[in-house]
């Protein structure tokens, strides 16, 4: 079983709905979670970064956090054709050290229909 | 800013052959990390440098490794290419290593490296 587990999508929908992606992971300790937005022949761009439990909004974006689930969610509101990419959740755990690294979902690919 | 540049961006290469591939980060982020990424298994980790030590080591054969130099750019080798090294590599870079506690990684657009 992957660490993180991600739906590979592809998720279609029409302009103006409201996206919502997620992840689940098996790992307790961790406390790091990212939101990764990747276009096609282009590397990730780091789109949302929160720190534990709760919510987190930036613009169209909110990304959410249930660390008591190990559940993580993204949602976009009022997506545009323009959002249109694959979307990768990331996290790490609480502790640094050198065996710390990021480990990423395999990212779910998001098409907005016109 | 500058981002952080990978070059080539395009590569092919054939079966035993070897590839050297160069990242530049971010300027002022001593970190850099190498990722693999292919459709099947998405971003896999292969290592990563902090201050020209590597901190940290993915699960890839010997045949992949890297370096860092003191100006933190940074270069990855493959040697004896196989069909199955064919991937998307990415590099990310960031102002602390990765170990510690608010690392925020920047990619690349990454080399595509296809092997025939």
């Known amino acids: 079983q992957k660490e993180v587990e991600q739906d590979p999508g592809p998720l279609s929908v029409p302009e103006g709905a409201i996206v919502s992606l997620n992840c689940t992971y098996s790992?307790?300790?961790?406390?790091?979670f990212m939101w990764y937005r990747q276009y096609s022949r282009k590397g990730p761009e780091l789109l949302m970064y929160?720190?534990?439990?709760g919510n987190k909004e930036d613009g169209r974006f909110t990304a959410q956090v249930d660390k008591s689930s190990k559940y993580i969610s993204l949602f976009i509101r009022d997506s545009q054709p323009s959002d249109s990419a694959t979307y990768l959740c990331?996290?790490?755990?609480?502790?640094?050290?050198?065996?710390?690294?990021?480990?990423f979902g395999t990212g779910t690919l998001l098409a907005v229909q016109p | 800013k500058a981002g952080v540049t990978q070059t080539p961006r395009y590569l092919i290469k054939t079966r035993g052959q070897q590839v050297t591939l160069s990242c530049s980060p971010i300027?002022?982020?001593?970190?850099v990390s190498w990722y693999q990424q292919t459709p099947g298994q998405g971003l896999q980790f292969l290592f990563e440098?902090?201050?020209?030590?590597?901190?940290n080591k993915g699960n890839f054969p010997g045949r992949f490794s890297g370096r860092q130099f003191s100006n933190s750019r940074s270069e990855m080798n493959v040697s004896t290419l196989e069909l199955g090294d064919s991937a998307l590599y990415l590099c990310?870079?960031?102002?602390?290593?990765?170990?510690?506690?608010?690392?925020?990684?920047?990619f690349g657009s990454g080399t595509q490296l296809s092997v025939l």
């Open positions: 440098y902090f201050s020209e030590t590597q901190r």
């Open positions: 300027s002022g982020h001593r970190s």
């Open positions: 929160t720190y534990s439990s």
């Open positions: 990310a870079s960031s102002l602390a290593y990765v170990g510690s506690l608010n690392e925020k990684l920047f």
């Open positions: 990331a996290m790490s755990r609480s502790y640094g050290g050198a065996t710390n690294k990021l480990i």
């Open positions: 790992n307790s300790a961790f406390q790091y």
